[in-house]
């Protein structure tokens, strides 16, 4: 791969290393599967930076939602949403390490230079406007942990101070391992490794937390099948279902991705490590994360929430309190802290990369050092939500420009003069644009009503229903009110469980 073409990072850094694995890659494309699985297994990287954005705050608050909200009915949505989410990935990796070209030139040339810049833009803003989330629900976990401790009280000086010690540690943490990934191929290394423990310590942190509900509740494991199986659509749920299929993905993901498989000097020997580097590092531990929250979010939340969108990770880690106990509430606070900085540190490698690009600039230390701070600004999300027009502005811009990139995907991902023979043919390549196809469609869909929502909604305030008006003198209906009962979605309360007070609302952050 030309240094003209690709990123002059890896390919420029270890040259030798690079053509080491290409030699080794082609001997291992010979080998049975399960060989050639145990040799991936080695050299995966990329996709663990994808599953660490996408496993940020708003995964974590639209998981404790639907737990609470739904139970186990919704929990077949998120690996839907992940796996459309990897056909599109696969097309891109594709169609990128097929020519070896950074894809913000190469989509300026061959489609529009309009394309290109609107893409990175939205990258931009998003990876911005979303950093404030992160902080926010780092520095809220950081505080309940303080406050399961003793540490500080419910409210005073205390908390802020708590609040802004959580956001300068992990600002200062994903500085240093976010300039190593910028300083040389052992730079990546590093950084992939320390993204790497963070999501295993996630997925430990929320494991613990499930086994110990089967321990001490005896949760139905039949249930948790057919919550994954049996597409269930509860009512009430197909736009919480066609809104989460759609924005699984985030339009900085697909920024990302092919610059971080061009970082490590990946070419079209890698692709068959690339696609189960998908699987393997994006897909399952975004589904093993979000299915165990939901999970647990459900036993914490037995008795349906009437408004869960007033529900956020830290009151479920203080509603877990009641049934594990504080060790279970101090690991859940963990989990979501892990979550919240594997996040912050990718939304600042994809702006190292896109300033470059938006700019012309050629790629270096310095610049991808300086412009990795970008985000940074998000650090206020410690004490302050992003104001109101922010998210507005970034939902109408970002959300539009998903549809957008994909369908940029799928045109170079079929376009022969420019990847020749890796469009595929055959029953194959027909099946694989179906694919596209379908979540093309599911994304569209969904930044619609993402849109209506978090944009539309929020500019134009849909009217208040009507109050009821008051029955006539010497009429009324004196027969009690019937309180219909709650629907139960986990498994049996206990009883300190069932007599909880309902959850004081807060401030969900926005995705």
Not at 377 to 396: F, Q
Not at 485 to 498: H, L, N, R, W, Y
Request: charged content about 15%.
């Amino acid at each position: 791969m030309a240094e003209s073409k690709g990123l002059p990072m890896a390919a420029k850094w270890d040259p030798e290393k690079i053509a080491k694995d290409n030699a080794y890659l082609q001997d291992l494309e010979k080998k049975p599967f399960f060989s050639r699985i145990r040799g991936y297994a080695k050299m995966t990287g990329p996709a663990w930076l994808q599953s660490a954005m996408t496993l940020g705050a708003g995964s974590a608050v639209a998981s404790v939602v639907a737990g609470a909200k739904y139970g186990y009915d919704l929990l077949w949505v998120q690996p839907v949403a992940m796996l459309l989410g990897i056909v599109m990935f696969a097309a891109l990796g594709n169609w990128v390490l097929t020519t070896g070209e950074r894809p913000y030139k190469e989509v300026s040339r061959e489609l529009h230079p309009s394309a290109a810049f609107l893409w990175a833009l939205a990258t931009i803003i998003a990876s911005i406007i979303w950093h404030f989330p992160q902080y926010g629900l780092a520095s809220a976990v950081a505080l309940d942990l303080a406050q399961a401790g003793g540490v500080v009280g419910a409210t005073g000086a205390g908390t802020y101070a708590v609040r802004i010690a959580a956001g300068v540690l992990i600002l200062c943490i994903n500085i240093l391992t976010v300039w190593n990934y910028g300083s040389g191929a052992k730079g990546i290394k590093i950084y992939e490794t320390f993204l790497r423990w963070v999501i295993r310590i996630v997925i430990l942190a929320f494991l613990f937390a499930v086994i110990w509900f089967f321990v001490v509740r005896g949760v139905s494991g039949g249930r948790i099948l057919k919550g994954f199986f049996g597409f269930t659509v509860p009512e009430g749920s197909i736009t919480v279902i066609l809104g989460a299929i759609g924005a699984s993905v985030g339009i900085n993901m697909t920024f990302l991705y092919p610059y971080s498989i061009l970082a490590k000097g990946w070419g079209k020997h890698h692709k068959g490590l690339a696609r189960w580097d998908l699987f393997s590092s994006m897909l399952l531990p975004f589904v093993m994360v979000t299915s165990l929250i939901i999970i647990a979010s459900a036993n914490a939340f037995p008795n349906s929430v009437a408004d869960a969108s007033k529900l956020s990770p830290a009151i479920a880690s203080k509603a877990l309190a009641d049934v594990l106990g504080p060790a279970g509430r101090i690991i859940f606070d963990l989990g979501f802290f892990g979550m919240a900085a594997g996040a912050i540190s990718t939304h600042m490698v994809v702006c190292g990369f896109t300033w470059c690009e938006m700019l012309g600039l050629e790629y270096t230390t310095k610049r991808f050092r300086l412009f990795a701070l970008t985000p940074s600004i998000g650090i206020l999300g410690v004490i302050m939500p992003s104001p109101l027009w922010m998210p507005v502005v970034a939902s109408a811009i970002c959300l539009t420009m998903l549809p957008i990139a994909y369908i940029i995907f799928f045109v170079m991902n079929n376009k022969r003069s420019c990847i020749g023979d890796a469009v595929g043919r055959g029953i194959r390549r027909v099946a694989f644009n179906l694919a596209m196809l379908v979540a093309i469609t599911l994304a569209t869909v969904g930044a619609g009503i993402k849109i209506k929502g978090g944009v539309i909604d929020k500019i134009f305030p849909p009217a208040k229903p009507a109050a009821p008006q008051a029955p006539a003198a010497g009429g009324a209906d004196t027969k009690p009110a019937v309180v219909p009962a709650v629907e139960s979605k986990g498994e049996a309360p206990t009883t300190q469980a069932a007599e909880k007070k309902a959850p004081a609302p807060t401030t969900q952050p926005a995705k």
